[in-house]
């Protein structure tokens, strides 16, 4: 049972656009969702996280919404630059439990 | 980079050899994870160590064993692979085993069996 559903699978965009990767838990109990991003050649990195207590949480460019009725979280990715290309996984865990990674989005920007 | 080491990065192995993966972090952390990344599943736990003792094992195929000798190391030993089992092999590391903990990767080692 699949608890994280992430979409799109790939996005491109266009250099300066912005960039939208959906996702959605079941579980209700979640109370903690990262983003991790990943570069070719290395391992996932911590980009953002927020808890549900805040609809939306702003690091830079970068923007997490939470929609905890319908159990949905996005990221947004303003002006995106071909530095950011890369695979991004949202996640979710609940207190003293793993953390469920989805399944990955791998956006490329278009220079 | 992120204080994860791996070695070695690429590993290519018959389906009879043996062979080891190392996994070293510099931070301090008391929990250690192997992940599984391939195209059909992008991020598969494996195995989870806190401080020293194996806490999750996510249905692994006994062909693959794991050894957490201390905090700082952990190693994936690898037997009678099948072709499948090519993959991405990321370790990560974080302060305690929940999943609000950060989690530190390394780079990986990439696995071919042929």
């Known amino acids: 049972q699949q608890q994280v559903k992430q979409s799109p699978q790939s996005l491109i965009v266009q250099k300066g656009g912005i960039s939208i990767i959906n996702c959605a838990y079941e579980?209700?109990?979640?109370?903690?969702f990262p983003w991790y991003q990943q570069f070719p050649g290395k391992g996932p990195a911590l980009l953002i996280a927020?808890?549900?207590?805040?609809s939306e949480k702003k690091e830079g460019r970068f923007t997490i919404s939470f929609n905890k009725s319908a159990k949905q979280f996005s990221l947004h990715i303003m002006d995106s630059q071909p530095g950011d290309s890369a695979t991004y996984f949202c996640?979710?865990?609940?207190?003293?439990?793993?953390?469920?990674f989805g399944k990955g989005t791998r956006l490329h920007i278009l220079p | 980079e992120t204080g994860v080491t791996q070695t070695p990065r690429h590993l290519v192995m018959g389906m009879t050899n043996k062979k080891s993966l190392k996994c070293e972090q510099h931070?301090?952390?008391?929990?250690m994870y192997w992940y599984k990344q391939s195209a059909k599943k992008p991020l598969e736990l494996m195995f989870v160590?806190?401080?020293?003792?194996?806490?999750e094992n996510n249905s692994v195929p006994s062909r693959f064993s794991p050894e957490c000798p201390n905090s700082s190391h952990l190693f994936l030993h690898l037997h009678t692979l099948q072709p499948e089992d090519s993959a991405l092999y990321l370790c990560?590391?974080?302060?305690?085993?929940?999943?609000?903990?950060?989690?530190?990767f390394g780079p990986g080692t990439r696995l071919t069996v042929t």
């Open positions: 160590y806190n401080f020293k003792e194996q806490t």
């Open positions: 931070l301090g952390h008391n929990a």
């Open positions: 579980n209700t109990a979640f109370d903690y």
């Open positions: 996640a979710a865990s609940k207190r003293d439990d793993k953390i469920i």
């Open positions: 927020i808890r549900p207590d805040v």
């Open positions: 990560a590391s974080s302060q305690g085993s929940s999943g609000r903990n950060e989690q530190y």
